[in-house]
Every structure is written in C-alpha cells, then in structure tokens.
C-alpha cells in the first residue's frame, strides 16, 4: 500500500526481455539495504518487488502481464519513473490509498501551462469512465491526484508546482501513455451498485 506522495524519481538504465519477463534496472538515490531485497516499491504506479542493488542500481522483475497492461512498454533509456515506498505503520497519510495495481493506461490529449501550473487532460476507454467523479483521488504514474472535471472518458487534473518539481509528470507531453489506478473506495462502491 502507498500513498501516491512521490518523494524520489529515477532514471531507466535498461528495460529488456528475461527469465520469461522483462527486467526493468533503474538508477535513483534511493538508499536500499539488503533487508529491503523482496519489499515493494512503486515504480510508476505500479507495485513491483525489488530484487536487487548494486550502489545506485535497483533491479525489479516485470511480469508479461504487467509489462502489457502499464506504460512500461514505452519505457526507454534514461526515461524517468516515479518511486514510492510502501506504507509503514505511523506514516503520514498525505495523498490517498494507492495499491500499486494498474486499472488501465490513458493518453494525454493536452497540456496548458499557466505560470508555473498545468492543466493536463486525459483520455481513457469509456469502458471506465463509470470510475470517474468530480473532486475524486486518482493515481497517474503512482501520483495522487484529484480529478478537477470529468466529461465523459476525458477528465482533467490540474498539477501544481510542487508536483511537477518533485515527480516525473513534469516530463509529460501530448499524446503520451500513463498508469492510471482509480480510488479504491469508487472502485468497491462502483461493484457493489452493479451487483
């Protein structure tokens, strides 16, 4: 469990088929000690398991699944992820619930810079578009975010300075491919009204 309070970025060092997976190596200042070998880290949203460092080096194993369902296929050297560690008993609660499961990808349809805020757009497959609510928590690249306005399957965010100095959003460009976790609470909310 996380909270979407992205506190570290780090760069792709390679994303490359192996042991009928992929493995994705990162470069960040993360501190890992060998107790950390096996924990969970978010890695763009995306709740993958550290399995080993070498200095500044982490290594996770993806699965194919995984690999498919996120924007880790467009992933390419010297990319740069989002990273969160997993929750601890008495940590801060700042953003909101994030898993680390990815419901889908959406695509950046436009970016308006206004000073130093953006207001960024997202398309995602009307299929979801029932997860979406005004003033709701929604996770891109493991980021917590609230949701300013929803119009169909498009719903627009608006990232303030902080965000942007401190996660890899800043980076985002039209048409490109995020990880998108919807709220849990409007996930179980919305199974219980379909049942």
């Excluded at 992820?81 to 889908?104: C, M, P, W, Y």
Aim: with cysteine; hydrophobic share 40%; glycine share 6%.
């Amino acid at each position: 469990m996380f909270t979407g309070i992205i506190k570290k970025t780090a760069k792709v060092i390679s994303n490359a088929k192996k042991n009928k997976g992929y493995e994705l190596v990162l470069l960040s200042n993360l501190k890992c000690k060998k107790k950390d070998i096996g924990s969970s880290i978010c890695v763009n949203g995306v709740c993958l398991t550290l399995t080993s460092f070498i200095n500044k080096k982490l290594f996770f194993f993806i699965s194919y699944k995984t690999f498919e369902l996120t924007n880790f296929k467009y992933l390419k050297k010297n990319s740069i992820v989002n990273l969160e560690r997993s929750l601890k008993f008495g940590d801060e609660i700042a953003g909101h619930f994030v898993q680390g499961h990815i419901d889908t990808i959406g695509k950046i349809k436009s970016i308006k810079k206004q000073l130093k805020t953006w207001t960024i757009a997202v398309s995602i497959s009307p299929n979801y578009s029932n997860y979406l609510i005004d003033k709701g928590s929604i996770s891109i690249n493991g980021v917590s975010l609230t949701i300013v306005k929803v119009n169909k399957n498009i719903f627009t965010l608006v990232i303030i300075p902080h965000t942007l100095k401190e996660t890899n959003l800043i980076n985002l460009t039209k048409n490109d491919i995020v990880n998108i976790e919807f709220d849990i609470v409007i996930k179980y909310l919305n199974k219980v009204n379909n049942k």
